[in-house]
């Protein structure tokens, strides 16, 4: 059984590449079809002008808006800065479960790109494991580990432990 994932840039583009990011993450997430889709602007409507940050859930609303039930699930990669209400940023959020996601590439970045990749294909593979319903896991070892600075995503592997990948599959089948 293989399901879609679309990959979609929201606004400007980010110092990296998509095709690269498909490429990586077809190689941790061997249920999905990953294609990159067409751009789409980022909503002004979730930006907070005094806070000068998007609105992560806000940006989840628009996605689910413009993208169409059954064309596979969409991630989407901006390279503004996300918040919700209550903490000063976030990396990454997703519906869970659901079909739409959306990660950030403005706390990750850093001038070594195999760094920068790595990171950013972790969030890409935790924002899909809440899609497909996963919640936080405790080993810090897990791409399901809650990333709460940028030291907890460089620690955290780019793969499910296997408890999770067990959640995984029994969600699938459900
Ligand atoms: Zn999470
Ligand atoms: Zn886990």
């Known amino acids: 059984m293989s399901e879609t994932l679309n990959l979609i840039r929201l606004g400007p583009s980010a110092n990296f590449d998509l095709d690269r990011l498909s490429l ?5 997430l061997h249920d999905f079809t990953i294609q990159v889709s067409e751009p789409l602007d980022t909503p002004e409507m979730a930006f907070d002008s005094s806070r000068k940050q998007y609105h992560s859930t806000r940006i989840l609303a628009t996605l689910e808006e413009k993208s169409e039930a059954g064309a596979g699930r969409v991630l989407a990669v901006t390279s ?33 790109l195999e760094l920068l990749e790595a990171r950013v294909v972790k969030e890409a593979v935790h924002e899909t494991g809440h899609m497909l319903g996963l919640r936080h896991c405790t080993r810090h070892s897990c791409v399901m580990y809650f990333s709460e600075q940028l030291a907890d995503t460089d620690r955290k592997m780019e793969s499910f432990c296997s408890e999770c990948e067990g959640k995984m599959k029994m969600i699938e089948v459900e």
Request: proline letters at 5%; glycine letters at 8%.
């Open 80 to 112: 503004f800065d996300l918040y919700v209400p209550g903490m000063n940023y976030v990396f990454g959020e997703a519906r869970c479960p659901g079909r739409v996601a959306v990660i950030s590439t403005y706390r990750l970045n850093t001038n070594r």
């Open 24 to 28: 990586r993450l077809s190689a941790r």
